[in-house]
């Protein structure tokens, strides 16, 4: 009896393993991959240049007792970028700061005025105006979907506006009483504001175009401003 068992129990297993060996085998199979989800935090630095346009008065840079005009100013610019910002899930929080050199002019004929009269001794100038460096320092909030950001942005401005005029007229420029001098320059103070996008082509660089309405403050009924439209790279470290 205890033969019999042994033979049935030997020829069971003989028969599984026969079935085994028949089985194909298995592959392995890797682990699937993963996605890299792009992230936005950083501090980073860039370049931009791009196209500006609008109006200037640059009879206020000559005195502050003219009534006020307007020129038509157009031109390029070309500058470097600063900035940091935080990513929390769909939400970008940051700051940034640019400077960029400019070439934004305009020339028109004027005769100026006061309190809607004209001068005392007439003067009749050929005043060409030029914004030769642009500044901002703002605070950007957007929206980030994976390697696409879309932002809003605004701040402070800070603009450099230069004015040189020639005499056309019976006086010479820099006529006492007149004008103390017919060239002038300064900074003015102002406010930026905007709308762009931003698009991460590599997991540390990203490509922007973004639009920027600056204004400079104190410039009154006759606002000067410049309307402008920025290409840019920025590197994220």
């Known amino acids: 009896m205890k033969k019999l068992i042994i033979a049935v129990a030997l020829a069971a297993v003989s028969a599984a393993s026969a079935s085994a060996a028949d089985l194909p085998m298995q592959s392995y199979k890797s682990p699937p991959v993963v996605a890299q989800v792009y992230n936005w935090t950083g501090f980073y630095v860039g370049v931009n240049g791009g196209y500006g346009w609008g109006t200037q008065d640059p009879l206020t840079l000559f005195a502050n ?15 470097g970028t600063i900035g940091a910002q935080i990513q929390q899930g769909y939400v970008m929080l940051g700051v940034e700061g640019d400077l960029d050199w400019a070439n934004i002019k305009g020339n028109a004929i004027s005769t100026p005025t006061i309190g809607g009269g004209p001068l005392q001794i007439p003067i009749t100038l050929n005043i060409a105006t030029n914004t030769s460096a642009v500044g901002t320092a703002r605070l950007r909030a957007g929206v980030a979907m994976s390697n696409w950001l879309f932002y809003a942005t605004g701040g402070v401005a800070f603009v450099k506006n230069s004015a040189n005029g020639t005499s056309i007229g019976p006086v010479a420029c820099g006529t006492l009483g007149v004008f103390p001098n017919c060239s002038a320059s300064s900074w003015r103070p102002g406010v930026a504001m905007g709308l762009g996008t ?3 082509f590599a997991q540390n660089w990203s490509a922007k175009l973004e639009y920027l ?20 790279i920025n590197y994220r470290f």
Do not use: C, P, Q
């Open 65 to 79: 007792r003219f009534d006020r005009t307007n020129f038509s100013i157009k031109g390029g610019m070309f500058g």
């Open 198 to 200: 931003e698009w991460g």
């Open 213 to 232: 309405y600056i204004e400079a403050l104190g410039s009154g009924v006759s606002t000067d401003h410049i309307d402008t439209i920025r290409a840019g």
